[in-house]
């Protein structure tokens, strides 16, 4: 992984764990902190198959390896919504910003 993609990564990790969300992975509800936690340890367990943001959101942000289920994200004052489309909103916009 280059260093424009693991700095694209950290930042959606550190935008996820800042967020304020609520994170639902296989009906389980879980805090900012401990989704971002678990994303963070399976990106540990197969990074090497993470080329780039995007292979992170598609690989591991989206759904559980096991299940097969999405991930979704609970936001204030936002409807439930798919956590690869969440993350991949920020990833527009952070690319967007760059000069």
Known sequence: MDAN????INHLLDFS?????????????YGAKE???????????????????????EHIAS???????PYSVRCPGANEQATKAWLSTELRRLRAAQP
Not at 5 to 8: D, G, N, P
Not at 63 to 69: A, P
């Open 5 to 8: 993609a693991t700095r694209e």
């Open 17 to 29: 764990a800042r967020s304020g969300c609520q994170f639902v992975r296989n009906g389980t509800v």
């Open 35 to 57: 989704a971002t936690d678990h994303l963070r340890m399976k990106l540990g367990k197969v990074g090497e198959r993470v080329k780039t943001a995007d292979d992170f959101i």
């Open 63 to 69: 759904q559980s390896y096991l299940s097969g289920t």
